[in-house]
């Protein structure tokens, strides 16, 4: 039985290249075990990105990895340009490590990383869910996407390539302040004299996952007692009785989930959903029926119960 491949995102920067070098070394003290891939892909940004690509190849071939450039070819989008080529970076990931036979897909996110995204999150406005950060693996499909290092401090890693005399690409778009992120980076060393360091924002996005995971069991059993069947498209109904004995973060989150289900507009705004369920909470009891539509669905709130369920069709003028 063959073990399933490795796919290693590596853009050059002193993190993946750590990654890369971790690895292979990893690899060759196990003399057995899952074969290796570093990935690196080129989004046509900056000219000096096939040179680093180049770089990385090289890299590899000493280290005895394999090694796959892979480019973003067409035109580029004026705005929001990091998110969507974060979410191409991951697709092409996704289609190297579909062809490789690959079950995960090693990518070198940081603990500076974590407290940075927990920052950006929460300048968001973010829930639990958000605040929450980067899990350490998340699964997407048949792929698992793992990030081993979301412990490590970046300045250990980029010590350990200088000890081991490994160079590494310095990408000039990660002083750039025109980007949130790197802004939130600069906040860092004066948020660290506070005592709101890297660790405590990694900790508490730790402790919040806990509660996002205690708060989602919460919502399980809640549905548990509705009626109907939980598929897309599907009509669900829920005593009126029950729903109003849950808290508010539960009967908030059981909403969104059947919403999202009975609708076909995806996933619901936060915002539109709260403001949704308060003005179910405000509806005096005993007073007709409740009926509102959104992203798709209808929600309809009666003396005996809550029903969503898909949303008639608009009639054309």
Request: no cysteine; aromatic share 4%.
């Amino acid at each position: 039985m063959s073990v399933p491949a490795l796919v290693l995102a590596v853009s050059g920067g002193p993190d993946s290249t750590a990654l890369l070098f971790l690895a292979a070394r990893w690899r060759k003290a196990r003399k057995r075990g899952p074969g290796l891939l570093a990935v690196t892909v080129d989004h046509g940004l900056r000219k000096e990105a096939a040179a680093e690509a180049r770089q990385v190849a090289r890299l590899a071939r000493k280290l005895g990895v394999p090694h796959r450039t892979l480019r973003w070819t067409g035109a580029k989008p004026k705005s929001g340009l990091q998110e969507k080529a974060r979410a191409m970076r991951y697709r092409l990931l996704a289609t190297a490590a579909a062809e490789a036979g690959a079950s995960h897909i090693l990518t070198a996110h940081t603990l500076d990383d974590q407290a940075e995204t927990v920052l950006m999150r929460l300048l968001r406005g973010s829930g639990p869910a958000g605040l929450a950060g980067m899990a350490r693996e998340t699964h997407r499909g048949e792929l698992t996407l793992t990030r081993p290092f979301l412990t490590v401090p970046k300045a250990r890693l980029v010590a350990t390539l200088r000890k081991a005399k490994i160079p590494f690409a310095d990408d000039p778009s990660n002083r750039d302040p025109r980007f949130t992120r790197v802004r939130m980076r600069k906040l860092m060393p004066a948020l660290a004299e506070e005592g709101l360091g890297a660790r405590r924002l990694a900790l508490l996005a730790q402790r919040l996952r806990r509660a996002e995971a205690a708060l989602e069991a919460a919502v399980d059993r809640a549905a548990a007692l509705a009626n109907g069947g939980w598929d897309p498209g599907g009509k669900i109904e829920m005593a009126a009785r029950h729903f109003a004995a849950l808290p508010a973060e539960v009967a908030l989150r059981l909403l969104g989930r059947a919403v999202t289900i009975a609708g076909n507009e995806g996933p619901v705004e936060l915002a539109k959903l709260e403001a949704l369920h308060a003005a179910m909470i405000a509806k005096p009891p005993g007073r007709g029926r409740f009926r509102r539509t959104l992203a798709g669905a209808m929600v309809t709130l009666s003396r005996e119960g809550v029903t969503i369920e898909p949303a008639p069709a608009r009639r054309m003028p």
